[in-house]
């Protein structure tokens, strides 16, 4: 018998609302075709992999060492955590050297190991909401429990609610920016104010500094100039978590790494602990092959322009259409208010949008009751075939 915890994970519809929606997604494409279907439920990347990685990819196939796809160090290759690190160097504006990466299968095992290698059953992780919807399963799969905690109405970071949410039972913060699903990055002088908030928690508390968990999947995915801001010069206890599958196109291929701040007292004790703590999730090690590609191509450029015109072409149409959000800084998410009609029922205002083909995600999921995303990663005629629906679905009960 399955546990209780998954009988109800199953039951609920927020769970899996995303994957859910892509599924129905596929049969309603079968049964009106895929140009009267609006899918905006998934955030799947359609730009192409650059070339510099697709170049990568055919170098390293035609690779034929003795060994090249063997088992190598839990930790990764030599030469992809010496990439990752050059790579953090410059994002993060310090000295960055290998002995501070774990290659990880994508940015989700990066988190989880983090979290295992920090919690202990009862534990709590604070998390500003609204939030990746699976943080909830990595933090309670060790013991441990979410803390959510209110955002201002700009998605921007209340520093005095992350400071009266910190507990003795407090051992990290988590952070995602541009974040999904609100698309909003969290300025230098929001990052400094939590670093802040952090130091003096733990001063308080003997000395013992909640972790400062950074994920940032959609870090280079920035508009109108944004920047995303380091965070290693703040605080000693931060550690970065990423991937390349939104940056290079690449979700299905699950490379991503942890990164620790090289400032860190304890970092040689986090590294060998995050190290173990990914082998013994059942992952090992990095897939070896994409390891290779993306030592060789990380630095590969893309044009984002894209995103950010069909930001624009879906902002006009909400506008046109009455619905309330705030418009995002970075990754391909806008985050909605659900009509006042529906009176925050954002599961209900969700079916209703499917009834006019239009598949998103309701905000509960996100931690956020009332609102719902749209993954606007999806083709120019999507979204100006979709004008006409969203009108009729934000009249639906006036």
């Given amino acids: 018998m399955i546990s209780r915890y998954f009988q109800n994970l199953l039951n609920d519809k927020a769970a899996s609302a995303i994957r859910k929606m892509f599924e129905e997604g596929k049969i ?65 504006k310090v000295s960055v050297d290998s002995s501070c990466v774990v290659m990880t299968v ?25 939030f990746f919807a699976e943080y909830t399963h990595y933090v309670h799969g060790h ?9 201002k ?9 992350v400071k009266s949410a910190l507990s003795p039972k407090t051992v990290a913060v988590i952070i995602n920016s541009p974040n999904n699903p609100t698309g909003r990055v969290y300025t230098k002088e ?25 994920d940032e999947p959609y870090r280079d995915i920035v508009y109108d100039g944004v920047e995303v801001p380091p965070v290693f010069p703040e605080y000693p206890y931060s550690v970065i978590v990423t991937s390349f599958a939104k940056n290079l196109s690449v ?8 990164c620790v701040n090289p400032l860190n007292p304890e970092k040689s004790d986090f590294i060998a602990a995050a190290t173990m703590a990914f082998r013994i999730s059942g992952c090992v090690n990095a897939p070896a ?30 506008d046109s259409a009455g619905f309330e959000y705030c418009k995002p800084q970075g990754a391909f998410y806008v985050f909605c208010k659900v009509p006042e009609a529906w009176n925050g029922d954002d599961s209900g205002f969700v079916d209703e949008l499917a009834r006019h083909h ?26 100006i075939g979709s004008r006409e629906a969203f009108c009729k679905a934000a009249r639906s009960r006036q």
């Fill in 28 to 92: 309603l494409k079968q049964k009106y075709g895929e140009d009267n279907v609006y899918d905006f439920s998934l955030g799947n990347p359609d730009l192409n992999p650059p070339q510099k990685v697709l170049d990568a990819i055919k170098e390293v196939a035609l690779d034929e060492r003795k060994g090249v796809h063997g088992y190598m160090s839990n930790a990764g290759f030599d030469e992809a955590r010496e990439a990752m690190a050059k790579k953090e160097s410059a994002q993060q």
């Fill in 106 to 130: 994508g940015a989700a095992s990066a988190i989880s190991a983090v979290v295992k290698t920090l919690i202990m059953p009862g534990e709590e992780v604070v998390v500003p909401s609204p």
């Fill in 143 to 151: 013991g441990g429990a979410l803390v959510p905690v209110e955002t």
């Fill in 153 to 161: 109405s700009d998605f921007s970071l209340d520093i005095e609610a």
């Fill in 190 to 214: 929001e990052i400094a104010s939590l670093c802040n908030a952090l130091r003096e928690f733990g001063e308080k508390n003997g000395g013992r500094c909640p972790y400062l968990i950074c």
């Fill in 251 to 258: 979700p299905g291929e699950r490379v991503g790494y942890i």
């Fill in 289 to 318: 092959f994409f390891q290779r590609v993306i030592a060789k191509s990380w630095d590969a450029q893309v044009d984002f322009s894209s995103y950010r015109k069909r930001r624009d072409l879906l902002t006009e149409i909400l």
């Fill in 358 to 383: 239009i598949l998103c995600a309701p905000g509960g999921g996100f931690g956020k009751k009332g609102w719902f995303r749209i993954a606007y990663c999806v083709p120019e005629k999507t979204i």
